[in-house]
C-alpha cells in the first residue's frame, strides 16, 4: 500500500508537528488514546496511537493515513495493517463499501506476512479479523468477526482496546439490541459488559465511550450514558476528531439538554472547519460525510430554544440542505421556496410543497406531492403536505387528519436525534392541529407524549399549557417551564408550533 499524497501542512499535523490547533471543547485534558503494540520505533507507536484516536472519531480516512505511516515506520509491524483493515469496518454507520473490502482483503494479507515479531494477542486479532475479510456475504462477515472477537475478549480481560473493537464488531453484527421486553439481549450485555471493562481499566477510554453512548442511546437507556456524554464534552480534540464531541449531544438530545447539545455540536463543526482547512486529504474526504449532521444538530438545538437568529447564522455558510431545514423549522416560507425552487425532488421538493401549502399556494404544492407520490415518497412527507395544504386553506379538521396519519406513522419512533422531522416535528405540530380543530383534551394527550419523548422543549410545553388553558385547568407547570426554558425574542404562539 502506498500513502496517499498529502499536503505538506496535513502531514505535519499527522506527525505531530503542527500545534495550537487544538481546539477546545469544555475542559484542558487533551484527548488521547494508546495500544502498545510489538514495535522498536517510538514514531510507529505514535502513529499507530493516531489511527486509534481517528478510528475512535470515525474519521475512517485519517484513521488509514495514521496506520500507513506507522506501517511505512516500522515495515513489519502487523498491527498497523490490522489497524487498516479495522478502520474500514468499525464504524457502525458504513461498515462495508467496496473500496473498504478491497483495502481490507490487501491489508490483512499484509498482517499475515508480517506475523514474525508480533504477539500471540496480535496474531489472535489479525486471524480475527482475517474472518471480517473472507468470502461470504456482508452478515457473514460481520458474523464470522463479531464471533472471533468475542472468543478474544472472553479469554483477553485486560486490553481495554481489545475490548472495545470487540464491542463494536458485535454491535454491527446484530440485528437487534432489545428483546420483545424491552430487556438487554445476551449479546447487547455483552457489548456492555466489554465497554465497562475497558473504562474500569482506562477510564478515558474514547472508544468505550462512543460504544456506550450507541450501545445505551439505541437501547433505550441514554440516561446511563450520561457520564461518557460529560467525559467527551470535557477533552480538547485535534482537528479531524470532531465525532466525539458531537457524540455528547446524541445524549443531550434524548435527556432534553439543549445547550449542552449546542455547545458541543458547535464544537464539532469547529473542530471540521479547522479539519478541512488543512487540506482535502482521506480524512477531511471522509469527515465531510459526518459535518451535515453535526450541523444538523446544532440548528435543531438553537431553533429549539428559540435563538432563531443564532440558527440562521450558524447555516449562514453551510449547503442548501441544511439553510433549507433551518428556514423551514422556522417557517419562513419565503425563504424556503427561494432556496427550493431549483428541484421538486427529495428534501428539496417536499419542503417548497410545504411551504407552498402554508402559504396557500394548493395547486403548487399539490403538483410536487403527486410527483412524490408517484416517485415512491414516503407517506409521511405526502401527509406532511396534504397538512400544511390544509393550514392554507384554512380547513383544521382536514389539517388534524393529515397530521393524523404522519403521526401514526411516527409515534412510536426513538426520539431525539434530529435526522429526520426536527424541521417539520410531527407530534408537535398534530397536537397544534387538533388544538386549532377544538379538540383541547386530544391535544393535550398528544403534547403529553411528545413531552414523553422529547423533554423540556419549550415548543411542547406551550403547546401543552395552552391545550389545558382551553379545557379551563390549571396550566401553571407546563407554562412556568416553557418560560424557563423558552430563549426566543418573543413568545410563541400556535402557528409557530410543527
Known amino acids: ?192 459488559e466489554d465497554a465497562d471493562r475497558a473504562l474500569e481499566l482506562e477510564p478515558t477510554n474514547l472508544g468505550a465511550h462512543h460504544l456506550r453512548i450507541h450501545l445505551l442511546e439505541n437501547a433505550h437507556r441514554s440516561n446511563q450514558a450520561v457520564p461518557d456524554a460529560d467525559a467527551l464534552s470535557s477533552y480538547t480534540y485535534p482537528p479531524g476528531e470532531s465525532h466525539l464531541p458531537h457524540m455528547a449531544g446524541h445524549i443531550w438530545s434524548r435527556t432534553g439538554e439543549y445547550e449542552r447539545l449546542v455547545a458541543d455540536n458547535q464544537h464539532a463543526v469547529d473542530n471540521d472547519r479547522a479539519w478541512f482547512a488543512l487540506g482535502d486529504g482521506p480524512g477531511q474526504q471522509y469527515m465531510k460525510l459526518y459535518h451535515a449532521h453535526d450541523v444538523d444538530f446544532v440548528s435543531y438545538g438553537l431553533t429549539t430554544l428559540g435563538r432563531n437568529d443564532e440558527a440562521r447564522a450558524a447555516v449562514k455558510g453551510e449547503d442548501t440542505l441544511s439553510q433549507l431545514k433551518t428556514a423551514l423549522r422556522l417557517h419562513d416560507d419565503a425563504r424556503v421556496v427561494e432556496l427550493a425552487r431549483n428541484s421538486s425532488s427529495g428534501f428539496n421538493g417536499f419542503a417548497g410543497a410545504v411551504a407552498a401549502g402554508r402559504r396557500g399556494d394548493a395547486p403548487a404544492a399539490r403538483a410536487t406531492r403527486a410527483k412524490l407520490a408517484g416517485d415512491g415518497a414516503s407517506g409521511v412527507r405526502v401527509a406532511l403536505i396534504d397538512a400544511a395544504i390544509a393550514l392554507g386553506e384554512h380547513d383544521p379538521a382536514a389539517r388534524a387528519a393529515a397530521y393524523a396519519r404522519a403521526y401514526g406513522l411516527t409515534k412510536s419512533d426513538f426520539p431525539g436525534d434530529p435526522k429526520d422531522y426536527w424541521p417539520t416535528p410531527i407530534g408537535e405540530g398534530y397536537a397544534a392541529a387538533l388544538l386549532a380543530a377544538s379538540k383541547a383534551a386530544d391535544s393535550e394527550t398528544v403534547f403529553g407524549a411528545e413531552l414523553k419523548r422529547f423533554p423540556n422543549d419549550p415548543h411542547l410545553e406551550f403547546g401543552l399549557a395552552e391545550a389545558l388553558k382551553a379545557q379551563g385547568k390549571d396550566d401553571t407547570a407546563p407554562r412556568a417551564a416553557y418560560k424557563a426554558h423558552w430563549k426566543g425574542t418573543r413568545d410563541l404562539t400556535l402557528a409557530d408550533l410543527g
Open 1 to 192: 500500500m502506498t500513502l496517499p499524497a498529502r499536503a505538506g501542512r496535513a502531514l505535519a499535523l499527522a506527525a505531530g508537528i503542527v500545534a495550537g490547533l487544538t481546539l477546545p471543547v469544555r475542559g484542558a485534558e487533551e484527548a488521547r488514546a494508546h495500544w502498545g503494540v510489538t514495535t522498536a520505533d517510538p514514531r510507529a507507536q505514535d502513529l499507530f496511537d493516531r489511527g486509534l484516536a481517528m478510528m475512535y472519531a470515525f474519521d475512517i480516512g485519517e484513521a488509514r493515513v495514521a496506520f500507513e505511516q506507522a506501517a511505512q515506520r516500522d515495515p513489519g509491524l502487523a498491527m498497523a495493517y490490522w489497524g487498516m483493515a479495522e478502520a474500514d469496518t468499525i464504524d457502525i454507520n458504513r461498515p462495508s463499501t467496496p473500496e473498504g473490502e478491497r483495502r481490507g482483503v490487501e491489508a490483512v494479507a499484509q498482517a499475515r506476512s508480517r506475523l514474525a515479531h508480533a504477539s500471540a494477542e496480535e496474531r489472535l486479532l489479525v486471524d480475527a479479523i482475517a474472518k471480517r475479510y473472507a468470502k461470504g456475504t456482508e452478515k457473514q462477515k460481520f458474523s464470522r468477526y463479531a464471533d472471533a472477537m468475542s472468543v478474544f475478549a472472553k479469554a483477553h480481560r485486560d486490553e481495554p482496546n481489545a475490548l472495545v473493537v470487540t464491542g463494536f464488531a458485535i454491535y454491527t453484527a446484530e440485528d437487534a439490541l432489545l428483546d420483545g421486553k424491552d430487556a438487554l439481549t445476551p449479546k447487547a450485555r455483552e457489548i456492555q
